[in-house]
């Protein structure tokens, strides 16, 4: 009896160790699917980078990583709303991913949807308060939104941290707000 359950312990450490070492091998080439995505979207092939990236989703869905990538890609070949989708995952699995909120914040800047892009670049902020991009980022939607004295909040923020701000946008600004700063 005794050799009976010695032998049915070391059956499921046996199972046990081939489903590690299985879990271990998929993540492995979730890591390598991962690193080809990557090399992909810095190549500029976006399609195979979205290919590579949806690989490394279907193995390991909580991959914050390659949903934040994947939306990168989509936006490059101008699939905005899927590019939305990969960012908000990206961000429900790391809420304080700051480059997704800044990312889908220009989404929706050039989808003309200027409060839902304010609202990511301010989130943006409020995680990285030295996040110069996303303070420029937001004042061009102020600015669009007619909204002269929180842009140059705004461009004063951007310069207090050490940046400069795009010449062609101040002089729009100046000439629209009335004002030199």
């Known amino acids: ?11 499921f450490c046996f199972i046990a160790l081939l489903l590690f070492m299985g879990s271990a091998h998929a993540q492995s080439l979730a890591e390598e699917s991962l690193n080809k995505g990557l ?54 699995l790391d809420p304080k991913n700051a480059e997704a909120y800044y990312n889908r914040g220009i989404v929706y800047y050039y989808r003309d949807e200027l409060d839902m892009a304010i609202a990511d670049w301010t989130r943006t902020i409020e995680i990285d308060s030295g ?41 729009n600004l100046k000439s629209a707000s009335g004002r030199q700063e």
Do not use: C, H
Request: no cysteine; hydrophobic share 40%; proline share 1%.
């Open 131 to 171: 996040y110069a991009q996303a303070y420029q980022k937001r004042a061009f939607g102020y600015f669009k939104q007619q909204a002269y004295d929180k842009a140059w909040d705004d461009v004063r923020a951007v310069k207090k941290l050490g940046y400069g701000v795009d010449s062609n946008f101040l002089e």
């Open 1 to 11: 009896m005794g050799g009976s359950i010695m032998k049915r312990i070391a059956y």
């Open 39 to 92: 090399e992909y979207l810095q190549g500029g092939k976006y399609n195979e980078a979205i290919a590579e990236l949806t690989s490394v989703i279907e193995a390991d869905p909580k991959n914050a990583v390659a949903y934040y990538n994947r939306g990168l890609a989509y936006n490059k070949i101008q699939k905005s709303g899927k590019a939305i989708l990969d960012y908000a995952k990206a961000i429900e």
